[in-house]
């Protein structure tokens, strides 16, 4: 069992800036892709962004890259959202969650194994 827990969320201004932190526990952290995924209010569940356990692939939605960066820090069992230019329609409640298959960083959010409870993230025009 793995428990995660996303923390950074809040309220910022559009153009600015927020950082997202997602902890893992339970096993051992290095050998899950982790990944984020948003669901604003009345919408479905939207794939943000993912990375491998080793750090060498990412992915990114259409809708985010170039604005937000996805990282990890092992040795912290913790992964990151760096997310700038925030847009309002960026407004949402963003999860973050472990996938088993370790070595991909996929936008199959379904198959993700291990979710958090999310964070609000609300950005005012």
């Known amino acids: 069992q793995v428990q995660v827990v996303e923390s950074g969320g809040g309220l910022v201004q559009a153009g600015g800036s927020l950082r997202l932190s997602c902890a893992a526990s339970?096993?051992?952290?290095?050998?899950?892709?982790m990944g984020w995924v948003r669901q604003a209010p009345g919408k479905e569940r939207e794939f943000v962004a993912a990375m491998s356990w080793s750090g060498g692939s990412t992915n990114y939605a259409d809708s985010v890259k170039g604005r937000f960066t996805i990282s990890r820090d092992n040795a912290k069992n913790t992964v990151y959202l760096q997310m700038n230019t925030l847009k309002p329609e960026d407004t949402a409640v963003y999860y973050c969650?472990?996938?088993?298959?370790?070595?991909?960083?996929?936008?199959?959010?379904?198959?993700?194994?291990?979710w958090g409870q999310g964070t609000q993230v609300t950005v005012s025009s």
């Open positions: 339970g096993r051992t952290f290095r050998r899950y892709a």
């Open positions: 969650a472990a996938d088993l298959r370790a070595d991909i960083a996929t936008s199959n959010f379904n198959e993700y194994d291990y």
